[in-house]
């Protein structure tokens, strides 16, 4: 029996979901928060922009029999108007958050527990590859050091001393060998997304250099979470109303 089911999207397993399911005969929207201009889309319907705060998107779900949240792990405020317009409105939940990464012999990196963190912990005269985003580069715009800006489209704010490099991942891994040689980066600055963009984390570790790696928002507390759409497939065959 069909389902309608809205994805909260913004990442490849977004729209791996949304494109298996539509294959399978749900009835499937997936959520877009119009952030990029020219976003990959998934099969099935696409809608785009906010709904208005944890009211709207309880309003939204008001013909939803299933709301699964695949953003962004770092997208914290949609995960929790997830939560609690699902709450409200006694829509089943099922979150899907891809594993963080795990440090592996030779890795040289240092946890910090947010951009800010990692802006005050970069030594001055550094050259960064900055990898965390067009959002958050903001909080680097008074260190004193050279950024190497990488962005899907550009920040509003640099660095003073910066070079912007507009690129969308997944990246290759002699690309970032060659991007780190290239620039003479002395520290690379990531989220912890986990994911298919680590290439950059092995090139890291390849030249020895020091990562700073922030730490994920935490998740909402007794929400249904699997790590992988196989597993979210799965959990959503089991719930079938
Ligand atoms: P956020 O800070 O958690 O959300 C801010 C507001 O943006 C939300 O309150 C909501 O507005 C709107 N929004 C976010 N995601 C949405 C979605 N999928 N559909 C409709 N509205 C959405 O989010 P963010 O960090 O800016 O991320 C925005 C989007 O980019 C997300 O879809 C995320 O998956 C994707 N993304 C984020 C990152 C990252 O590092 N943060 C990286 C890659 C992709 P209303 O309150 O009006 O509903």
Same mark, same amino acid.
């Given at each position: 029996m069909s389902r309608r089911v %809205?994805? %909260?999207?913004?990442? &490849?397993?977004a729209r791996e979901l949304a494109t298996r399911l539509a294959a399978r005969g749900d009835d499937v929207t997936t959520s877009l928060a119009g952030r990029t201009r020219h976003p990959r889309l998934p099969d099935g319907e696409v809608r785009t922009?906010?709904?208005?705060?944890?009211?709207g998107l309880a309003a939204a779900l008001g013909d939803v029999d299933v709301l699964v949240d695949a953003t962004h792990p770092f997208a &914290?405020?949609?995960t929790e108007h997830a939560a609690a317009a699902a709450a409200r409105t006694g829509t089943p939940l099922l979150l899907l958050r891809r594993p963080g990464w795990t440090a592996g012999p030779g890795d040289r990196w240092t946890r910090v527990g947010s951009l800010a963190a990692a802006a005050t912990s970069i030594p001055a005269g550094a050259r960064v590859l900055l990898a965390t985003?067009?959002?958050?580069?903001?909080?680097f715009a008074d260190v004193d050091a050279w950024f190497l800006v990488r962005a899907i489209e550009a920040p509003?704010?640099?660095p003073a001393r910066s070079?912007?490099?507009?690129?969308r991942g997944p990246f290759a891994l002699d690309d970032e060998r060659a991007l780190?040689?290239?620039?003479g980066i002395t520290v690379v600055v990531a989220k912890d997304s986990g994911g298919g963009t680590e290439a950059k984390l092995v090139a890291a570790r390849e030249r020895s250099l020091p990562v700073l790696l922030v730490d994920r928002p935490p998740l909402p507390v007794g929400v249904d979470v699997v790590e992988s759409v196989d597993e979210a497939l799965a959990r959503?065959?089991?719930r079938a109303p």
């Open positions: %809205l994805v %909260l999207g913004g990442t &490849a397993e922009g906010g709904f208005g705060g944890v009211d &914290a405020t949609m985003g067009r959002q958050g580069v903001g909080a509003e704010v640099l070079q912007l490099v507009l690129a780190l040689e290239r620039h959503l065959q089991q």
